[in-house]
């Protein structure tokens, strides 16, 4: 029997409708293919009144269901009309009479099911004006959710962060010559997500104005005009325990009541990166619920694609933990309501003298498989280990990753990371060896290890973690009053000069939005363009704007913006392509052949690394994006400026030796190491260059590279702690900070190395993220000499950076003690949860142990005593 045809023995109390049906059933040429084919198969005439038939048909069912739930009716049926004998006979049963149910060694009980309708449109439904039938409600329906009253209206809001009016977009635009078809795309924004912000309103790169500046860029160019926007809607807790955990379900849902008032900063500085206010359990609900609506829309057919802008973020969201600015796991709670709930209608039967006969169908969405993408520039940790043993999810996230040093900094985004037992081979993680990536290395990774996979996965939709913290930043001109040519120390009055804006705070990538709508379009080839958007990450309010304007622009014109991409991959790029392939290839057989060789040398230089320094976490500041042949650029602007040397976004001055530096190498200070740096082969690292066990990165050295001239210990009243997520040098773990406040109840061992003040300038350059300008000096004769009577200095080119802050200890032998590490302010913040205190890794503090062993100040056992104390008691 084919998918065309189905024979169904049914009975009824007339002998015409008693007669064996066999119906032909076509659903290409009829939308409501089962309605009409059991209708059609059972007939119409002498319907006693006492037997019914109950449908509630969702609104859109595929063709492969609709086969599937025949074939359930069918079994059902036969198995009620079907000898319960084999003896090769063909003794079919004989139709009983009325009332009279007859069973015997031959023959099974001949079941006769009979329908009532409760109206002439029902039956008109199911016999020829279903089709108009069902578009009327789907477009009352539709009338409805964009609150339509007294007809259609086609304004919007005005442009201030307030929900767009919505708008009626058709599926068919009439030109002159022909029909063109118009892919309906939903966008869902809510304001309400913007309750979720720090408590004391203090600066966070996850703020309100990220989803504000993003619809306000799409309503300045008119794109709810051209969609289907809807309605933000809160999750129900059934959905997100799919995921999460009951503790943590119960946690998120009542963290903002006024019963946690006084413990919600607690709380939340028990988590890794997270905040929490009285919005927070809102928002959390409204961002979790909103990626469920667009995404059961687009599954059941109503739109073909839709984005959710929304946040709080959720894919760092573990199970039974919040981090990384995540509550919920908004993807995951989507993909598995899409997985696991189905609508259900049920089919209620009788028997005239039997009892009530229940047949339950579930005609699923069609949904059997999703493609979850993570383009976040963060590995989507929480999405990984909730679909990790899970075959019908294919997951797979490209990111900044620098051998687990990178955030969420562990080994979890590694691309040895495949899944495990049903799983494994579905789970794909390709990680950056280092930043600046850009288009022409994430199109690679689409070429060669994603379309690859995704023809063979063939999914039924893809859902898109869309963070844009990868993004550059934005090419502009601005104008310079003055400008020191420092080689030749002349000046340029009011030049312009051309300057790239920063990029993402967070990110470290070069991914334009060019870049992103041809990621975005090169994955609209498949699932027929199901695709469910979710944004994620971004925190440079330009770059994000522009590109979800580029990705809506994908959706709705399926085809991506303007734009150029030459550049080559870098030679890691390919590295990790091919390393990813080798790992998956035993399970998707398109990624076992060798990349010719051709094509892998074809490959840009290599990034320029910045310092190797503790300073560097997720937090840290990546330096501007510097124009290739930039010399050339500013030729044309004004000759001068192309005799500069530029590094890193720094104009620097090519001299074998600043005068600085000459005048601070006469100079001596006593500089008081409290952490690593009380090893003694750690700290010459800093001043010689190299690395010890542990580190994960090299440090450069200083300048001049003669070692300390002494090195002699001593204790201060001082607090020890350790903080921080992660650092380049030492990956995860907490490193070492002194509170520069005294108190005569602390005690904390400094070693004291006697160095010049030139290469102190070259350590603290070192221990922040600066780049290897040598021309400068961070603390000089004159901040030396008034640090006695300030304390602390703050040095400004390092402000935003984690050992900014200089402090006078004191004299020996009547020499300057400076120590580096936190501000005041920033010590508040690890105080109150703001920033993150960890312990440290074994590697990291066994320097410390050692560096105070072999010092001769403490045991194994008081020195292990001493770090433990430091990282568990509370500041």
Known sequence: MNKGQRNFRLGSGNKKAMKEKKVKFDNSSNPVGSAVSISSAIGLASIPSHNFLK????????????V???EKAERFVKKQTTPNHDDGTDNACKPPKPGVPKVGKNCSLFIEIEIVFFSIQ???????????????????????????????KDDAEEVGGKRGTRTNTNMEVESSESKTIKRRVGLLYDDRMCKHHTPDGDHHPENPYRIKAI????????????????????????????????????????????????RRNRIASNFNSIYLNEGSSEAAYLAAG???????RVAKGELNSAFAVVRPPGHHAEQDEAMGFCLYNNVAIAASFLLNERPMFLLFSSVLTTPLLICILQPELGINKILIVDWDVHHGNGTQKMFWKDPR?????????????????????????????????????????????????YLAVWDHILLPVAKEFVPDIIIVSAGFDAVVGTLMLKQVHTFFLMNKMHKIHNSVILETAAGDPLGGCRVTPYGYSVMLNKLMGFAQGKIVLALEGGYNLESISNSVLACMEVLLEHKPISGSSEAYPFESTWRVIQAVRHKLSAFWPTLADELPTKLTSQKAPPPHMISSSDSEDEYEKTPDVVLENLEAVLQDVIEPLSKLKVEDGHAIVATESAPWRSELSKVDVWYASFGSNMWKPRFLCYIQGGQVEGMKKACSGSMDRNPPKETLWKTFPHRLFFGRNSTRTWGPGGVAFLNPE???????????????????????????????EKDFPFLDITALNSSADKKSISVEALKKDWYHNVVYLGKERNIPILTITCSPLDFERFKSGEFPLRVPAVEYANTLIRGLVEGEQLSEKEAMAYIHEASTKKL
Not at 744 to 766: G, H, M, P, S
């Open 55 to 66: 449908f509630q048909f969702p609104t859109c069912i595929s063709e492969k269901s609709l």
């Open 393 to 441: 999810v294919l997951f797979f996230s490209v990111h900044r990753h620098e051998f687990g040093t990178f955030y969420p900094a562990n080994d979890d985004g590694f691309y040895t990371m495949i899944g495990e037992g049903p799983g494994a081979g579905y789970n794909i993680n390709v990680p950056w060896e280092n930043g600046r990536c850009g288009d022409a290395d």
């Open 68 to 70: 599937k739930d025949e």
């Open 742 to 772: 005294s108190n005569v109840q602390e005690k904390a061992y400094l070693c004291l190395n006697r160095i010049t003040l030139e290469q102190f300038n070259d350590v603290l350059r070192q221990e922040n993220v600066a780049t290897d």
């Open 215 to 262: 619809w306000n860029k799409l309503q300045k160019a008119g794109i709810p005009r051209r969609c289907v926007v809807l309605n933000a809607k809160e999750a129900e807790d059934k959905y997100i325990l799919s995921v999460h955990s009951k503790n943590h379900v119960n946690l998120i849902r009542n963290v903002s009541t006024k019963q946690f008032d006084l």
């Open 122 to 152: 029902f039956y008109k439904f199911i016999t020829g004006f279903a089709f108009s039938a069902s578009k009327e409600r789907e477009r009352a329906t539709k009338d409805a959710e964009e609150g339509i009253e007294g007809g259609r």
């Open 290 to 296: 909103s990626v469920i609506e667009v995404a059961d």
